[in-house]
């Protein structure tokens, strides 16, 4: 029983930790070889090679206040694991909460939430 509940708690706290979301773009299905390093880009102009996205992909630090490097550093990650030679990000997005939820014995502000998109690219020869 207590293993039970260990896991139902853990998959309830899974739901809370930030990630990536990939969204695969660019009509490839194809598995890219990881790539040790990664473009990055804050302006698709910017970009001074021929390129085609493989996909778009959403850092979203669900209201625990992290600061953009992180998620950046955290979108460059998963471009690696999924063979990016770029990444292009785009604006950041805040989203304040508003109104209040419990902490323990407190009533605390309800966090803003940042979300931070990329979009990751592969070279053309």
Same mark, same amino acid.
């Given at each position: 029983m207590?293993?039970?509940a260990f896991?139902?708690?853990?998959?309830w706290?899974?739901?809370?930790? +930030?990630?990536?979301a990939v969204s695969?773009t660019?009509?490839t299905?194809?598995?890219l070889? *990881?790539?040790k390093?990664v473009?990055?880009?804050?302006?698709a102009?910017?970009v001074?090679?021929r390129?085609r +996205?493989?996909?778009e992909l959403t850092?979203d630090?669900?209201?625990w206040?992290y600061n953009?490097?992180?998620l950046?550093?955290?979108?460059v990650t *998963?471009?690696k694991s999924l063979g990016? &030679?770029?990444v292009v990000? &785009?604006?950041?997005e805040?989203?304040?909460?508003?109104?209040? &939820?419990?902490?323990?014995?407190?009533i605390?502000? *309800?966090p803003?939430?940042?979300?931070? *998109?990329?979009?990751?690219?592969?070279?053309l020869?």
């Open positions: 207590k293993r039970y896991v139902l708690m853990a998959l706290c899974a739901g809370c930790i +930030p990630g990536v695969r660019g009509g299905s194809a598995r070889a *990881k790539s390093n473009d990055v880009y804050y302006k102009a910017d001074t090679r390129y +996205p493989v996909a850092a630090d669900k209201g206040d953009y490097s992180i950046e550093e955290m979108i *998963k471009a990016a &030679h770029g990000f &785009h604006d950041p805040e989203e304040a909460a508003g109104g209040y &939820h419990i902490r323990g014995v407190l605390v502000p *309800k803003d939430r940042t979300t931070m *998109k990329a979009t990751a690219i592969v070279y020869q």
